[in-house]
């Protein structure tokens, strides 16, 4: 059991530079955190937008080297989107759950339940025909080879988060949500934890990284801020073998398929 902090930091990094196919992330985020003032300690956590991972990974697609297929074609009529983001869209997903008219919702192949396969056009350089930008292919493979870059370099022992902005069932508006994680626990049980009175808690889980995801994402900010990293302090972070997929619920426990 791990006790919830009186009090964290968070800082955002700014001056991160545009971030382009087999950028060293690892000597980018050192070099952002001196240019701060701020090195990194034993015990931070170091939280990234998933867009410059995507980024630095090579994961940008141009819509002109996509042939959609049949399938997508029709979908796209029916969503009113370009049939070559829906085929996108289809290749990066297990199970096509609903279609709306801008939206389709998937079980995308990492697990997550979300819009559009995580596919994005913002914040990307829109070169000729257009541009799209898929979800890493491993992100807690991503924040491992982070993580470890990090400690091979400055010998102290961080966790890296991987946060994306989705939408959640029966709310408004996005949310920060951890996609990867490496070095704290992604889902904290605190099944058995004595209450203010002394009960066990019987069902309580702590989605941990995913209310880091959140409270970076405050600063991170959503549109042209350009701050896609941030560094929490004072977090206690439970499992240093923790991860994202952790957090994702079994198709077989879900309530609402």
Do not use: Y
Not at 24 to 29: G, H, R, T, Y
């Amino acid at each position: 059991m791990i006790v919830a902090p009186a009090a964290v930091t968070l800082s955002a990094l700014n001056g991160v530079p545009m971030v382009a196919p087999g950028d060293d992330l690892s000597a980018m985020l050192l070099s952002a955190c001196h240019a701060n003032g701020l090195p990194l300690q034993d015990g931070d956590i170091v939280v990234l937008a998933q867009k410059i991972i995507s980024k630095a990974e090579g994961r940008a697609v141009p819509l002109a080297s996509v042939s959609p297929s049949e399938e997508a074609i029709d979908l796209a009529a029916q969503c009113h989107k370009d049939p070559r983001l829906v085929e996108l869209i289809l290749s990066e997903s297990e199970k096509l759950m609903r279609v709306r008219p801008g939206v389709l919702i998937v079980r995308h192949r990492l697990g997550l339940v979300l819009a559009n396969a995580g596919i994005d056009q913002s914040n990307i350089a829109q070169d000729g025909d257009g541009v799209a930008l898929l979800l890493p292919l491993d992100p807690d493979g991503s924040a491992a080879a982070l993580r470890q870059a990090v400690r091979d370099a400055l010998g102290i022992d961080i966790a890296v988060v991987i946060i994306d902005s989705l939408g959640r069932a029966w709310r408004k508006g996005t949310c920060g949500v951890a996609i990867g994680v490496a070095g704290m626990s992604g889902l904290l049980d605190l099944r058995g934890a004595p209450d203010l009175h002394g009960r066990p808690l019987q069902t309580s889980e702590l989605g941990l990284a995913d209310e880091v995801a959140a409270a970076a994402s405050l600063i991170m900010g959503q549109a042209g801020e350009g701050r896609p990293i941030v560094v929490a302090r004072g977090i206690a972070r439970g499992r240093n073998e923790g991860s994202a997929a952790e957090l994702i619920r079994e198709p077989a426990m879900d309530l609402f398929p």
